[in-house]
């Protein structure tokens, strides 16, 4: 890395160059090792050996850092005196480079960096988002640590069952370890060498403390939102620092451009969330005692929205339309002062969602894109995610670690630019999105010619008839792809005919339960 040689130098001309090392959790076939939260334990403890730099930042594979002053931002807030002895970890937002102008996927996650992690920053500070984030050590390794917990012998028990069998790396976590020199070729550089081999094993972890007390925990796929909320229920707080929309974002990266990576995603995402919701470390519960009421919630909200929308949207898009096609009405009729109620809340919560788009700089179709993905995922990912949680919570599924792919695809990225759906992807993806939209468009059918025709009263059915529409406007996307498109992203023939099976078996069955 240094082409010109260091002789006739003076020695304060001498410029070192970073130490840089790669590491790899040890691979086994006897023991899990395709789990993020086990390589970052790994590099934690590996990298104390090395460097034990009191702050870390952390990145994703697919995120790099796009302005290097982050380090000076993170670090105002580490060095802030009144600040600094409780500050965990200064969170930045994510940016994406490969986010189209229309962003049909919602892929930027707009709702997140721009209104509920500032919201949470008012509190004790946002989530611990799994990159972009400049951590303390001390807060990652001993999460409720206090000053003078390693005054104990080195050799004592309580240390060896937190922190492993390693004494080198027990004696990095003392406030006065002075590391070994890296330059030195000899012995003390084949000892870290053998050192770090120990600490990068799989066993190592064994009959520890790691990722249940120390280190990222393992409770969860979304062992990054569950660390970070564990930190904050003993104390400590983060930051949240994002840039103003006309500065230069501090870290870029990609993210997902088609729907089967999207969807994938967002399981994986869902049953990480309520596996902690399901957990002992529930917010409802282990945060009521240790945090804030609102930050509790706060908490709360996240690890169950998963399951508390892929519930409620299921049944609006079900029900209603069942019961419209067989001309019985859920709603009061439009003449009815209880009607405004219902019309007031369904219009109160698209409005303040546009507002929320508008006011972060968006324009009105990207309101459109995130109602309609918001109902794709709920009716989708989010279901599968509860679930796959919930089966793992009875022991009727293991756990699993589905990553994101990261290798973009032309033809894949055409489509995604040109604002159209990839449906290329799993079928129980897709039959659920064709299913829902062939029973409302048969539940608007027969109901308007029960209006038309067979005398019911338009004003009973106003409700249900508008939320039909709604649901087949906002989705107009999937319809496209069944009958309209004829690129390879449109929706195959035979999915198309599965959903109808699967739609005529629902109406039939459910006008059968509803006659009796």
Not at 6 to 19: C, F, R, Y
Not at 414 to 428: A, E, M, N, P
Not at 483 to 508: H, M, W
């Amino acid at each position: 890395m240094e082409e010109n040689s260091k002789e006739g130098l003076l020695e304060d001309q001498i410029i070192e160059m970073p130490l840089l090392v790669y590491v790899s959790r040890e691979k086994s076939t006897s023991q899990f090792h395709h789990f993020k939260a086990g390589a970052v334990n790994v590099l934690l403890r590996v990298s104390a050996m090395l460097t034990n730099s009191p702050y870390i930042l952390m990145l994703d594979c697919d995120m790099y850092c796009n302005d290097p002053t982050s380090a000076r931002q993170a670090m105002c807030f580490h060095f802030d005196p009144e600040m600094s002895p409780s500050l965990a970890f200064v969170q930045f937002p994510q940016a994406f480079r490969d986010i189209s102008e229309n962003d049909i996927y919602d892929s930027e996650v707009r709702s997140a960096y721009t209104i509920l992690w500032p919201g949470l920053d008012g509190l004790k500070g946002p989530v611990l988002s799994g990159t972009n984030f400049y951590i303390k050590r001390e807060a990652l390794c001993c999460h409720s640590i206090k000053k003078g917990h390693f005054a104990h012998s080195l050799y004592s028990r309580e240390l060896k069952d937190s922190f492993g069998p390693s004494n080198e790396f027990i004696k990095s976590l003392r406030q006065d370890y002075k590391k070994p020199n890296l330059n030195d070729n000899g012995e003390a550089s084949n000892m870290l060498l053998e050192e770090a081999k120990v600490l990068a094993s799989c066993s190592y972890e064994d009959h520890t403390k790691w990722g249940k007390e120390v280190g990222f925990l393992y409770d969860s796929v979304a062992e990054d939102f569950l660390t970070g909320f564990v930190m904050q229920c003993k104390g400590w707080i983060s930051s949240y620092v994002a840039p103003s929309s006309s500065s230069r974002p501090q870290f870029l990266g990609t993210s997902t451009t088609n729907l089967n990576d999207l969807l994938t995603q967002g399981t994986r995402w869902g049953s990480g969330l309520v596996d902690v919701a399901l957990s002992r470390f529930s917010p409802l519960f282990y945060g009521s005692s240790r945090t804030s009421f609102l930050h509790s919630m706060g908490y709360a909200e996240l690890s169950l929205f998963p399951l508390l929308y892929c519930l409620p949207l299921w049944c609006f898009a079900t029900i209603p339309p069942l019961y419209l096609l067989n001309g019985i009405p859920l709603y009061p009729e439009v003449s009815d002062p209880y009607f405004s109620i219902f019309l007031f809340i369904f219009l109160s919560s698209l409005s303040k969602h546009l507002h929320e788009v508008v006011v972060t700089g968006r324009p009105i179709r990207k309101w459109i894109n995130e109602q309609r993905i918001w109902m794709i995922k709920s009716v989708t990912c989010h279901l599968y995610g509860s679930l796959d949680a919930i089966l793992k919570k009875f022991d009727l599924r293991k756990a699993s670690f589905l990553t994101t792919n990261k290798v973009a695809d032309n033809e894949q990225i055409k489509l995604y630019r040109g604002g159209k759906f990839d449906f290329r992807t799993s079928t129980i993806f897709v039959a659920p999105l064709v299913t829902v939209m062939l029973v409302n468009l048969a539940s608007i059918v027969g109901g308007v010619y029960r209006i038309m025709f067979m005398g019911t009263d338009w004003r009973k059915m106003f409700g249900q008839v508008l939320l039909s529409f709604y649901i087949i406007v906002m989705n107009y996307v999937v319809i496209e792809g069944m009958v309209l498109r004829k690129d390879k992203g449109r929706i195959p023939l035979y999915v198309n005919v599965l959903s109808i099976v699967f739609s005529l078996i629902f109406l039939s069955l459910g006008s059968i339960i509803i006659s009796n």
